[in-house]
């Protein structure tokens, strides 16, 4: 979806003074080495039809007709999600580059996938010369992943199982590395990180390798007046009839949607560093302060979170970005939209904290309350808002 562009504007008291209860913008794909620059990225928005003739055996087998309880499960059964992110050559480029040119990591070595999915990793581990690849994957694409390793003669190689991490039995002991895709939107939503953490503690041998082994999640603040016009103020009038009751709700629940990096007002904020091979699941739930300098005089109306990924014991650093300044991905990057338009001047702070936690009932959805408050010259506001990633 794309956005417009946003530009510095005259300046204007906030439109809310109401009281409630350093980094620089990241530049991490200089450092990088991962992707190819031959590689464009291509995103793939369809959405997929139920209404399909052909192909019954294969629907039937993959979810065509099936209901499930656990949604999240059943959604990964699908073919559209695995073609966008197979079609995302940000990720998957970086995950073949890590595995590829670092070898000595993955050869002759037990390898645990999970949540496999199609088996992409897998299959670029093998290739790599792995001495075994147990892939993980619940949903029902576990079938078709065991189709794909034997159709390109990789069956003595990788064996796929189906199941969760949890519950399932692994044929050996310990391995020697674990790889996974797990990163969400807002990179925590889905909580895959938790089934990562598990697989980690049962298996991993010591001295084991996690890739990817550090995730940093950032905070910046952008000028968005006309597309939050159109997604939040909407409902104010609809034809005349006031629907601001959804408002609220829309205010509530986080856009994953791409910013156009002309919108940023403010220099990021390093939220929170993740240390896979050693952090435990607690430490997926935080309270961090931020601190967003103005860097020019503009409007802020939302947050937006971006996070980075690193695979430090390559050879050489190796990782991505999902952040505005970077090449997109699937994951583009989640907007927080605030009740307050901050009138905000170069040189001052939109300071404050963000606490993240998983939802209580639904651990794989993911609470958001920030905390923030700004004292400028032409704007005075302190608000506390809460948002739902479900």
């Known amino acids: 979806m794309g956005r417009r562009k946003g530009g510095n504007k005259t300046l204007a008291p906030c439109s ?85 040119q670092n070898k000595f990591l993955f050869k002759d070595k037990v390898i645990l996938d999970v949540g496999a999915g199609t088996g992409i990793l897998s299959l670029f581990c093998a290739k790599a010369g792995a001495k075994h690849v147990y892939a993980v994957e619940c949903s029902l694409m576990a079938d078709m992943a065991k189709e794909i390793v034997e159709a390109n003669g990789f069956s003595n190689v990788i064996t796929v199982l189906k199941g969760k991490v949890e519950e399932i039995v692994l044929p050996v002991t310990h391995v020697d590395v674990i790889i996974s895709e797990w990163m969400g939107y807002f990179l925590l939503f889905e909580n895959m990180l938790n089934t990562v953490l598990y697989a980690r503690d049962k298996w991993l041998i010591n001295g084991g390798v996690v890739l990817p082994d550090k995730a940093s999640l950032y905070l910046t603040a952008i000028e968005d007046a006309e597309y939050k016009d159109d997604k939040i103020e909407f409902w104010n009038n ?147 808002q809460h948002y739902k990633m479900r």
């Not at 913008?25 to 399909?52: C, P, Q, Y």
């Not at 739930?285 to 503009?298: G, I, M, Q, W």
């Not at 971006?306 to 952040?323: E, P, Q, R």
């Open 16 to 100: 809310s003074q109401r009281n409630d209860s350093s980094k620089g913008i990241n530049e991490f794909d200089a450092e990088m080495s991962a992707v190819g620059s031959e590689d464009e990225v291509v995103m793939a928005e369809r959405t997929e039809s139920s209404n399909l003739e052909d192909g019954s055996e294969a629907l039937a087998l993959v979810g065509g007709d099936q209901t499930s309880a656990d949604y999240y499960f059943d959604s990964y059964s699908h073919f559209g999600i695995h073609e966008e992110m197979l079609k995302d050559s940000v990720r998957t480029k970086t995950y073949q580059n890590v595995i590829y």
């Open 238 to 384: 609809v034809y005349g009839f006031d629907m601001s009751c959804i408002k609220k709700l829309s205010m509530v629940e986080p856009l994953v949607d791409t910013v156009d990096q002309n919108q940023i007002v403010t220099k990021s904020q390093l939220l929170k560093t993740m240390d896979i091979s050693k952090m435990t699941p607690g430490d997926a739930s935080f309270t961090a302060p931020f601190k967003l300098v103005a860097e020019r005089n503009d409007y802020i109306h939302a947050l937006v979170a971006y996070f980075d990924v690193s695979f430090t014991k390559c050879h050489k650093l190796m990782g991505f970005s999902t952040g505005p300044k970077s090449r997109g991905t699937h994951w583009k990057q989640t907007v927080l939209y605030l009740e307050d338009v901050l009138t905000i001047c170069e040189g001052e702070a939109l300071v404050g904290t963000m606490t993240v936690e998983p939802n209580s009932k639904n651990p794989r959805d993911v609470d958001i309350t920030v905390k923030y408050s700004l004292n400028g010259q032409r704007c005075q506001v302190s608000r506390t």
